[in-house]
C-alpha cells in the first residue's frame, strides 16, 4: 500500500507537493483499509500539539526514562531498527526517505546514544508487555481487523 503524504518537511525541501511511503505490515495495511472504508483521509485528525501532548502521556504512562521523549524519536528509533535488521545504510535511506547516508547515519547514531541512557522502571515494562500482548484484540476491537 502507498500513502501519500502532503505537507512534509521533505516534500517542502525538495519543493514537492507530496511525499509517498510504502506501508508492507499487514495488520497496517487492514486498519488503513479500514479507515479508509470509514472515509477518513487523515491518520491523525488533530494538531501537532495534539499528537506530542498524546505522546508524552504515554511515556509518562509506561514510566519511560529518556533524556529527550519526543515523537520525533520514532524516528531515530526507526532508522536504527531498519539499520540493524537489514545492516544497509543505503536501505535505510530509501526506506525512511532520507537525503544521503550522511543524515540516516545521525539519526541512528543518536539512536544509539539515546538507547544507551533510556530505561523504564518495572511497571513500565509491565504496561508495555501487556499492551504488546494485548494489542493484537485492541486493534481488532478498535478497527474491525
Same mark, same amino acid.
Given at each position: 500500500?502507498?500513502?501519500? !503524504?502532503?505537507?512534509? $518537511?521533505?516534500? $517542502?525541501?525538495? #519543493?514537492? /507537493?507530496?511525499?509517498? =511511503?510504502?506501508?508492507?505490515?499487514? !495488520?497496517?495495511?487492514?486498519? !488503513?483499509?479500514?479507515? $479508509?472504508? %470509514? #472515509?477518513?483521509?487523515?491518520?491523525? #485528525? ?7 501532548? !498524546? ?8 514510566? =519511560? =526514562?529518556?533524556? $529527550? /521523549?519526543? /515523537? ?20 535505510? =535511506? ?5 537525503? @544521503? ?7 541512528? #547514531? ?7 541512557? @533510556? @530505561? ?11 499492551? +504488546? ?5 485492541? %486493534? @481488532?476491537?478498535?478497527?474491525? +481487523?
Amino acid at each position: 500500500m502507498c500513502l501519500i !503524504l502532503r505537507d512534509t $518537511k521533505g516534500a $517542502k525541501l525538495k #519543493n514537492l /507537493p507530496f511525499e509517498t =511511503v510504502t506501508i508492507r505490515d499487514p !495488520l497496517a495495511i487492514k486498519i !488503513l483499509l479500514k479507515r $479508509k472504508a %470509514l #472515509n477518513h483521509r487523515r491518520l491523525f #485528525n488533530g494538531k501537532p500539539a495534539d499528537f506530542y501532548r !498524546l505522546y508524552k502521556e504515554a511515556v509518562a504512562f509506561y514510566h =519511560v =526514562v529518556h533524556p $529527550k /521523549p519526543t /515523537p520525533h524519536g520514532i524516528r531515530r528509533g526507526g532508522a536504527s531498527w531498519h539499520f540493524q535488521l537489514h545492516g544497509s545504510f543505503d536501505r535505510t =535511506v530509501e526506506h525512511g526517505r532520507w537525503g @544521503s547516508v550522511a543524515s540516516a547515519r545521525t539519526y541512528i #547514531n543518536e539512536a544509539a546514544a539515546e538507547e544507551a541512557a @533510556s @530505561s523504564s522502571n518495572q511497571l513500565g515494562k509491565r504496561r508495555l508487555r501487556d499492551a +504488546v500482548e494485548s494489542c493484537p484484540s485492541l %486493534l @481488532s476491537r478498535a478497527f474491525a +481487523v
